[in-house]
């Protein structure tokens, strides 16, 4: 039977390129045909198909199907299993399913200490962290926020230790630890006014607008706005600008 499936999947993807077959077809053959590197390959391109799409209960289907075709092939590939497992909480995410995206995350965590992708395992954070907001888990998105911001910054992903410390912010806000809020706020600008994301820059000075304006500090407030205003300007965002006003 596996020989059949790597067969008709062989002989479609010949004709691939008269667009006949989809994908998710290719896929279906070859993860059940005697080759699992064709059947990993078409799963994963099968998936991005679906993704944009906007189709995430395939993107789940094909995506756990992936993760069951490594453990009967006994392949252990951390690297793959971590973009299984993300792109699977991704697609809960958008879903409304929290609980079931926070477990595929912590799952995927467990294969960037496997992998050493120190990139992968700050997305990951970063995704927890956000999950854990949403539940309403706001002490337990801070340390995951906060290893994040780290590993950003080991790597030089100057824009996205800025994003982490604007959401960092907002929690600390959040649980009513105004001083670290601050202090976080402070941290993201001084990186923000040193990027050239105009639009990032005014997001986090618009933020901190907010952030003072509850702290009933008006002048502040006033002055953070008009930073954020100039640098959605430049970004040319007209809904920046306006949300500052």
């Known amino acids: 039977r596996r020989n059949?499936?790597?067969?008709?999947?062989?002989?479609?993807?010949?004709?691939a390129d008269s667009g006949r077959f989809s994908p998710e077809v290719l896929a279906h053959h070859f993860s059940n045909g005697s080759d699992p590197e064709k059947g990993l390959y078409y799963l994963d391109i099968a998936a991005q198909h679906a993704s944009f799409l906007?189709?995430?209960?395939?993107?789940?289907?094909?995506?756990v199907r992936a993760q069951e075709l490594l453990k009967e092939a006994k392949l252990h590939r951390p690297a793959d299993e971590w973009k299984f497992g993300f792109q699977l909480a991704q697609s809960f995410y958008i879903q409304g399913q929290l609980e079931k995206a926070k477990s595929y995350l912590e799952n995927a965590l467990q294969m960037t200490r496997q992998s050493g992708d120190s990139l992968s395992r700050g997305e990951?954070?970063?995704?927890?962290?956000?999950?854990?907001?949403?539940?309403?888990?706001l002490p337990e998105a801070i340390p995951y926020y906060e290893e994040?911001?780290?590993?950003?910054k080991e790597n030089d992903e100057n824009e996205g230790v800025i994003r982490v410390i604007n959401a960092l912010s907002i929690i600390y806000t959040q649980i009513g630890d105004f001083d670290q809020a601050k202090e976080a706020f402070q941290r993201g600008i001084e990186r923000a006014e040193e990027s050239t994301d105009y639009q990032l820059a005014g997001?986090?000075?618009?933020?901190?607008?907010?952030?003072n304006s509850l702290q009933n500090d008006t002048e502040a407030a006033i002055s953070a706005y008009l930073s954020s205003i100039f640098y959605f300007d430049q970004a040319g965002s007209l809904e920046g600008v306006a949300h500052s006003y």
């Not at 059949?4 to 010949?14: A, D, F, N, V």
């Not at 906007?54 to 094909?62: A, P, R, S, Y």
């Not at 990951?124 to 888990?137: E, P």
């Open 4 to 15: 059949t499936h790597s067969s008709i999947g062989l002989l479609m993807e010949k004709n």
């Open 54 to 63: 906007h189709q995430h209960e395939v993107v789940i289907k094909l995506y």
């Open 124 to 137: 990951t954070l970063v995704k927890l962290g956000d999950v854990c907001s949403d539940l309403g888990l």
């Open 148 to 152: 994040a911001i780290e590993l950003f």
């Open 203 to 211: 997001m986090i000075h618009s933020n901190f607008g907010i952030f």
